[in-house]
């Protein structure tokens, strides 16, 4: 049974930082690409950043590049997302998950990656305010 934790989420300021972990069960970790996504009240959810388990290739979606880092500790299963210079629009519930890729090469991964076993955990809530 595929089971996805995260934590670490909370209250941060405007410029402040906060880092999210998942850690999961259930399929051979390393098999998998993992994939942060997140969830804005009122707005479906997408796709933030993943990581190859060779932990060699991360990509980011456009608003979180040079400010988010996803990493990742396979000895663990568990997958991290440290978000700096928080800005209000990255509030929402974040969710983790082993992810695939509807299209290879897409021109835009994050539009066309999915949970890969539709699993969802109950997600990390960052509110930003001062």
């Known amino acids: 049974e595929v089971q996805v934790v995260e934590s670490g989420g909370g209250l941060v300021q405007p410029g402040g930082s906060l880092r999210l972990s998942c850690t999961v069960s259930g399929f051979t970790f390393d098999d998998y690409t993992m994939g942060w996504f997140r969830q804005a009240p009122g707005k479906e959810r997408e796709g933030v950043s993943y990581i190859m388990t060779n932990e060699v290739n991360t990509v980011y979606t456009d608003s979180v590049k040079g400010r988010f880092t996803i990493s990742i500790d396979s000895a663990k299963n568990t997958i991290y997302l440290k978000m700096n210079n928080v800005k209000p629009e990255d509030a929402g519930v974040y969710y983790c998950?082993?992810?695939?890729?509807?299209?290879?090469?897409?021109?835009?991964?994050?539009?066309?990656?999915?949970?890969?076993?539709?699993?969802w955990g109950r997600g990390a809530p960052v509110t930003v305010s001062t």
């Open positions: 998950a082993p992810v695939i890729f509807l299209q290879i090469g897409a021109a835009s991964p994050m539009d066309v990656m999915r949970n890969a076993f539709e699993v």
